[in-house]
């Protein structure tokens, strides 16, 4: 049985604050990561690590990430982190990078979201990327069920752009 969230529960999901110690903690690394890198690097740890993400930890590891004290996972050259949460609705798997200025911050949204989707490969899909009211957060459902959303937000001294991708399985 497939459970679907309400506007508002997908709003507190893309828009859920970001600790400021996931950004400021040791292990963010200086680089900025390409979209297209971004994405893949989704679909290795969050998407392909469904149901539970239990493997998580061992991919990332093999891709040199270490977890710090919160939970986070850090490659220390890459400004880029994931984590797996506790959600009401099942585990969550988050991603974390800082955006390069030249890219459009909602074209790299629906990016992760396309690349989330053509990760399902399941035809009988009948769910697209919709953009959510507030104009900057897209989501998909995906055929299992899994809840996806991604987002932009500006964070920092100066002010810099930050997208945050997430994938929800239900339980």
Request: aromatic share 8%; hydrophobic share 50%; net charge negative.
């Amino acid at each position: 049985m497939v459970r679907r969230l309400s506007s508002i529960a997908w709003f507190a999901l893309a828009l859920a604050p970001i600790s400021a110690n996931a950004q400021d903690a040791v292990g963010v690394g200086p680089e900025l990561v390409a979209p297209m890198q971004a994405a893949e690097m989704f679909k290795t740890v969050c998407v392909d690590t469904l149901p539970d993400f239990k493997k998580l930890p061992a991919v990332l590891s093999e891709l040199g990430f270490v977890p710090a004290e919160t939970g986070t996972f850090f490659n220390n050259t890459d400004d880029l982190s994931f984590k797996v949460q506790a959600h009401e609705l099942g585990p969550l798997c988050t991603m974390v990078f800082g955006g390069d200025p030249v890219s459009d911050p909602f074209d790299v949204t629906i990016l992760l979201a396309a690349v989330a989707l053509d990760a399902d490969k399941n035809e009988k899909s009948e769910t697209g990327i919709e953009i959510l009211e507030d104009g900057v957060s897209v989501r998909a459902l995906l055929v299992d069920g899994s809840s996806f959303v991604a987002t932009h937000f500006v964070h920092g001294e100066p002010p810099a752009i930050f997208y945050r991708a997430g994938l929800l399985a239900l339980n």
